[in-house]
């Protein structure tokens, strides 16, 4: 059994902040004097002359304050004393309310850090974290990921950001479009990059909402993001080390569970990693996918690869994509592999055409800056290693081309795969027609125009009249250059074979050309 436990780091000692903020919620009126690196204390003491102060300790003086040292001590006074140390000076309230006040904080932090300590160590999740945390700062909290799933949110207010939802995973994320307009954002970009808590303003976008925010940090590598929204009660400042309290033991919730989270979902992920590689698939892992999924082998399937348009982003939205195409596309799996979001989807379940599914992708990757390519529809759950080869090439054109259109599919691309796979022996003009090549030479040499005539009048399906509209010369004139190919290289354009062979080689010598 793994015995959790709780890094000696996370203890919480108030400091004068979080003392002063008491304070101002009672409505007492005091005086602060307080630098942002104020100590924390464990406890406090009437000052009585003790001979040895201890650091960790608040010290309560009257009014004399005989031999304390102010300069150098903080301390809470019920008067005026004013030392250059931090302190806080209390106006109208006694000594002994003071101390009954100090002592009610004082066990409310402690009460805090207990119950936050009982959830690490007693398996409690995220979202008892967030509870917890919403009950002490009276205001809602929650938590997203590196990729804007959101792992805890125990309750949603009005005047909270709305969530999407994804059915496969169980979890709410950030909408998309938010997402994608966090990556165009300099102002979000910079956030990124804060070590401690921080505020996310009224005046910036999308939301007029006060918002402190904590990222979480697993020494160098970002994890995710602590929320609190401001909706209830104002943000105060001692509640920047609070909060920072709170994300360092959501990291230890997050190290202690990712071996258990989704597991299942993990599994899956496994499984559909090992059979795109064309690897063996161990029998009842594809039987239980199958039946958790409600699929069998026999189904149609089609596999889409998508993958940023920017190597290099500031912010990492694929999760978001992955969680959007996930709730659009029923029956559909989404996974990464080799740095690229594979979406798996079942047409025989999902009792959608193949072109409504692509009519689908295309407004999530142009909003999300992606670049998608799919393969033919397979008949069988076997054959999806050959499904992510056509979907890979598909992709691999999309990015070649860079045009309007963000996802191809690997019949928009057949062709160029036909024509590149022919190559792969033998060099174009090894491949291509020789007569079309003598057609080149000779126009080159010559100054006229018949590779372009035959090309036209091909693609034109010898059509006379089309072809001479397309290359604007008259009929007669079309006439009378086919005449002079046709005694130039003798080609039967009868012939059916001959006809596809010379438009291929049309292609092929095209794209070699560039």
Known sequence: M???????????????????????ERNWEFTLVCGSDAPGFRSFQIYVGQPVLKDDILYILDETANGFPVDSRPYIVSGEIHGKAPHICVSGQPK?????????????????????????????????????????LKNPMYIHDSGFTVLALPCHVFGMMGMDYNPHSDRHYIPLWLVEDFKLSDDYIATLQKREAAIWGTDQYPYNLRTLYVNIWDEDHYRGRLLINELHTCLTKGQFRLAELVADYALQIIRRDEQNVNRHYRDFEDTFKTLIAGKAVDYTDMQMLLSVMGWKESDRYVLSVLQSQDPRPAITGETSVQNQLQT??????????????????????????????????????????MYGGSSFPIAGIYELPTAFSQALYALEQAFRYRQSRWFLTFEDCALPYMLSSANQQFA???????????????????????????????????????????????????????????????????????????????????????
């Not at 793994?2 to 101002?24: F, G, T």
């Not at 006040?101 to 967030?130: H, K, P, W």
């Not at 291509?432 to 057609?439: D, R, T």
């Not at 126009?443 to 001479?468: F, V």
């Open 96 to 136: 002994p309310e003071l101390i009954n006040t100090l002592m009610t904080i004082f066990q409310r932090y402690l009460d805090f850090v207990a119950e936050m300590n009982r959830i690490v160590s007693g398996g409690g999740d995220l979202d008892d974290l967030c509870r917890v945390g919403c009950d002490f």
């Open 328 to 369: 659009t596309l029923p029956n559909s799996f989404s996974f990464f592999y080799e740095q690229r979001l594979c979406t798996v989807v079942n047409l025989t379940r999902s009792a959608m055409s193949f072109p409504t599914i692509r009519s689908k992708f295309a407004p999530i990757l142009r909003d999300s800056l």
């Open 428 to 514: 174009t003009d090894m491949i291509a027609s020789p007569a079309l090549q003598f057609l080149r030479d000779h126009d080159r040499e010559k100054g006229t125009e018949y590779y372009r005539t035959l090309r036209c009048y091909l693609q034109c399906e010898r059509s006379i009249p089309r072809a001479s509209a397309a290359l604007i010369i008259h009929r007669t004139t079309l006439e009378y250059r086919l005449e002079k190919i046709q005694s130039l290289v003798h080609l039967d354009l009868e012939d059916e074979a001959l006809r596809l062979y010379l438009l291929l080689s049309f292609k092929m010598l095209d794209e070699a050309q560039g």
């Open 2 to 24: 793994i015995q959790n436990y709780v890094p000696n780091h996370l203890q919480l000692l108030p400091d004068l902040q979080m003392i002063a903020d008491e304070l101002d």
